[in-house]
């Protein structure tokens, strides 16, 4: 029989040294088979075996020497060679020698999977006693805090919300508010009107607007039903304007009473209690001035007393004054416009920003910071999920005291 040598090429010296002692000469075979478990091949391999730090390199040396073209598998297609009685005593001791190096391969293979999947938990473990990555919690918006602070003083007083469609009629927008054809507030550089297709080309549409305020909603309410009549009506406005006061779309909230007997002392009372609670102060002065509003007569803008520093407004003292709503009686026009009777019932308006409230109470200077999206705006300014707006439980909890 051919002298036969291991040849795995390209492996690490662990990998030559195991192979190498593997070299099993014919002339030997009857040693090998004599002293076969203790032999100094099996030995030799099997500590080059134990060298060997990786699955791969591992399974190259299984592959060399007992793969289809593996060194042991070489030998035994050699036996045809042989006589009988060599064929059987070499076929015995290749056998004996196949199964001790199985046995030191599985050996090893099992060291070095267990070894890996240590290395493995160790690698993508998850260390339990570490914190809990912070989660951001949202903040409710000004403008949403503004609301929910107005609906609760005005529910308290026995009032109900109504609403309308951002997307006007002419007639609810303007006409039966009494504003005439030639007022400055129908003109284009005031109000949006809808674009519509015609001869191939498109032109404004006054007969529909993007509403200029919530009054159309006073006119939809009157039509629905008969006095008694107490509803406010907060929502979405546009107008064409934009500076740090003002913006295209801003959110106002309009009231309407309608009764019998209703007069201005109803009006001034209503509004000095909502102003008193929404500014949570226990006395707060206020005054009427004559003013004029197509919808209203008579008509009036109402001040609040304050002090007015370089650096800030303090509302409540001092010998200034600020504006900080428009209010009146209900215009008789406006009445028949809403199908009820002026000479058996009158009323009282008023309206106000909602943004401009919560400038005033929250100390926001600029506008058109509130429609930025700025998040770092709205963690500074903003209130926290759970800050509930009621007059049991507070409007504000003092002026946002849980941002």
């Not at 997307?167 to 003109?187: C, G, K, M, S, V």
Request: a negative charge; one cysteine or more; hydrophobic letters at 35%.
């Amino acid at each position: 029989m051919e002298n036969k040598k291991l040849d795995i090429t390209g492996n690490e010296e662990n990998l030559d040294k195991a192979l190498r002692a593997l070299e099993v000469y014919r002339e030997s075979a009857k040693k090998v088979v004599e002293n076969i478990y203790n032999s100094p091949e099996i030995k030799a391999f099997q500590k080059a075996i134990q060298a060997i730090r990786d699955s791969k390199s591992l399974e190259d040396i299984r592959v060399s020497v007992l793969g289809k073209k593996g060194t042991i598998t070489e030998m035994m297609k050699n036996l045809g060679s042989l006589s009988v009685e060599e064929k059987k005593e070499m076929g015995k001791n290749l056998n004996i020698l196949k199964s001790e190096v199985e046995k030191v391969l599985e050996e090893q293979k099992s060291v070095l999977e267990e070894s890996e999947l240590d290395a493995k938990l160790i690698e993508e473990r998850i260390d339990v006693t570490l914190p809990v990555r912070p989660e951001n919690q949202g903040r409710i918006h000004p403008v949403s805090k503004i609301y929910e602070e107005v609906v609760a003083i005005f529910g308290q007083m026995g009032f109900s919300v109504a609403e309308g469609p951002d997307i006007e009629e002419d007639f609810y927008n303007f006409t039966a508010l009494n504003i005439p054809a030639n007022h400055p507030a129908r003109q284009m550089h005031d109000t949006f009107y809808l674009p519509k297709e015609k001869d191939g080309g498109k032109e404004i549409d006054d007969s529909y607007v993007i509403r200029t305020h919530t009054s159309p909603v006073q006119i939809r309410t009157m039509e629905k039903g008969q006095p008694p009549i107490r509803i406010i009506a907060p929502g979405r406005t546009y107008r064409s304007d934009y500076d740090a006061t003002h913006t295209p779309m801003f959110h106002q909230v309009e009231g309407l009473v309608i009764d019998k007997n209703i007069t201005m002392a109803h009006l001034k009372g209503c509004l000095y209690d909502f102003v008193k609670a929404f500014f949570e102060l226990d006395e707060i002065p206020v005054r009427y001035r004559p003013s004029f509003f197509p919808f209203t007569e008579p008509s009036a803008e109402m001040d609040i007393g304050c002090l007015k520093t370089k650096n800030e407004i303090k509302i409540g003292g001092g010998d200034d004054w600020l504006e900080i709503l428009g209010c009146g009686m209900v215009h008789p026009n406006v009445l028949r416009a809403g199908g009820i009777d002026p000479d058996e019932y009158q009323g009282f308006a008023f309206g106000v920003g909602m943004d401009r409230l919560a400038m005033l109470k929250y100390g926001i200077p600029d506008l058109r910071t509130f429609f930025e999206s700025d998040v770092r705006w709205l963690k500074n300014y903003g209130f926290a999920p759970l800050d509930e707006s009621s007059m049991t439980g507070g409007l504000s909890n003092n002026g946002g005291i849980t941002r």
